[in-house]
């Protein structure tokens, strides 16, 4: 059976999506609560999935409710109004899933983890994910406009 994740492989991702949020839609983000969670998305929210394959396996699932999805798609055109979630928000979105774990990429390359990651799914809507052998772990990244909630479904390949 393949070993659990720790905080150690987390971080990487956090990090990369907090200097990501900052760096690209000015959005300072503080960590929420940590907690075991079922990758349950509920209501009408936005969220991209990617894979993770090597030293790490699985998917990270990143959720946002769809006014955080319009206004972080806004930041990231440059200001430009977005009143619904079009090709253009949804390109946007998922542009952002691939910065953020490409960056996580290589901050665990740095740490002797190789990894490579999948092209971006994304999907709206209510939706229950689970995966055998691996725990979700949920955090959620808040700022004055909202949150960002990060699911994790890893283990050590």
């Known amino acids: 059976m393949a070993e659990i994740i720790s905080v150690e492989h987390i971080n990487p991702f956090l990090i990369s999506a907090q200097q990501i949020l900052s760096q690209v839609c000015n959005i300072q983000t503080k960590l929420g609560t940590l907690s075991k969670d079922n990758l349950s998305i509920d209501g009408e929210p936005l969220f991209i999935m990617l894979g993770v394959t090597g ?3 699985g998917q990270v699932c990143i959720v946002f409710d769809i006014d955080v999805a319009k206004d972080i798609a806004s930041r990231m055109m440059m200001g430009m109004p977005v009143t619904e979630i079009d090709d253009m928000a949804k390109s946007a979105l998922s542009e952002l899933g691939n ?8 901050l665990l390359s740095n740490k002797n983890f190789r990894i490579d990651i999948t092209p971006p799914t994304l999907g709206m809507g209510s939706t229950t994910l689970t995966s055998p052998n691996m725990t979700s ?4 990244l808040l700022y004055d406009g909202g949150e960002v909630r990060l699911f994790f479904l890893l283990k050590l390949a």
């Open 137 to 140: 772990i949920k955090v959620p």
């Open 55 to 57: 030293e790490i396996s």
């Open 99 to 106: 910065m953020i774990m490409g960056n996580a990429a290589t």
